[in-house]
C-alpha cells in the first residue's frame, strides 16, 4: 500500500507544473546517448508522449553528429572538424541531409508514433522553417597574428525562424520533430548545430523552457560538483575563469541567447537517465543546470 501511496505522491508533487506549464511550449534538443540506447530511447519517447497529452506541446530538435560520421566512415570519406564543426563540402551535405532528415528523423517519429504518439517529421528547408546562411568562421594565424576567415564549406548559421509551420501542427495535436537543415536564400542547403537551432526555435515559439539533452550531468564548478543554477548576468565571468570551458561555452551561449530572446528558462540535464525530461520539468527539485534571469 505504501508504494501505491508513494505513487500518489509522486502526481501530486507533478500536479502544479501540470497546472503551470499547460498550453505551453517546450523545445527539447534531442541528441547523445539518448538517441543511441534502446531503453533511453523508449523512455524518451514515451515521455514526449505524456507531455502532449496533457496539455503540454513539446517540439524536438534532433542532432546526428555520430550517425553521420558512421554512414561517411563506411562510405570511405575522411571527416575534417574546426572548432567543433564538421568541414561539409556539396557531397558532405548530401550525406548529411539524408541521415538528418531520412534516417534519424524519421527514426524518432517511428519511436513515437509507435508508441501512441503522433509526430511529424521536418527538416528546416519544409515550409521555410530555417533560413540560413554560411557560418562565418574566423581565427588568429598564428605567423601574422592577423585574423583569417576558416571555410568550413556548407554549415550554417541561423537566419530567421519561420514558426508558422510548428504552430499549425501544435494546433492540430502532432509534435513536430526537426532535423537541423537549413535553406539559404538561392536554395542552397547547410548543415545548422542542433543546439543552435533549438535556441532560435524556442526564442521564435515563446517557449516556456528550452532543454538540452546532454551525455554529462550539467555545468560543473572547478571541484566537479554540479551547479544548478546560473544566472545569464554570471556566464561571462564563468567563462572567464574556466569553470565553464569546451563544449560546453557553446550550451551555455545558446541558453543565455534563447533567455534572451524570450524563453523563460534554459536547461542543460543528462539525457542518460531515464525519463530525464519529467524529472525536470514535473519535479521539485528538477535536475541538470537551469540558466535564467534569476536577478
Known sequence: MQKLIDK?????EALPYIQRFSNKTIVIKYGGNAMVEERLKESFANDIILLKLIGINPVIVHGG?????????????????IQGMR??????????EMVLGGKVNKEIVGNINHFGGKAVGLSGKDGNLITAKKMEMKRVNPNTLTPEI???????????????????LE??????????????????????NADLVAGRVAG???????????DIEGVKDK???????????????????????????????????????????AH????????????????????????????
Open 223 to 265: 571541484q566537479g560538483k554540479l551547479i544548478s543554477t546560473i544566472d545569464i548576468n554570471d556566464v561571462a565571468g564563468l567563462i572567464d575563469d574556466e569553470t565553464i570551458g569546451g563544449g560546453m561555452i557553446p550550451k551555455v551561449n545558446c541558453c543565455v541567447d534563447a533567455v534572451n530572446e524570450g524563453v523563460k528558462k
Open 8 to 12: 500518489a505522491n509522486i502526481l501530486i
Open 150 to 168: 576558416i571555410d568550413v564549406g556548407m554549415v550554417g548559421e541561423v537566419v530567421k525562424i519561420n514558426p508558422s509551420v510548428l504552430t499549425a
Open 204 to 214: 521564435a515559439l515563446d517557449a516556456e523552457k528550452l532543454i538540452l539533452l546532454t
Open 268 to 295: 542543460i540535464i543528462d539525457g542518460r537517465m531515464e525519463h530525464a525530461c519529467l524529472l525536470e520539468i514535473f519535479t521539485d527539485m528538477g535536475i541538470g543546470t537551469a540558466v535564467a534571469r534569476f536577478k
Open 87 to 96: 568541414v561539409t563540402d556539396s557531397e558532405t551535405m548530401n550525406v548529411v
Open 171 to 192: 494546433e492540430s495535436s502532432f509534435i513536430p520533430v526537426i532535423a537541423p537543415v537549413g535553406v539559404g536564400v538561392n536554395g542552397e542547403t547547410y548543415n545548422i
Open 65 to 81: 553528429g555520430p550517425q553521420i560520421g558512421k554512414v561517411l566512415e563506411e562510405m570511405g570519406r575522411k571527416t575534417d572538424f
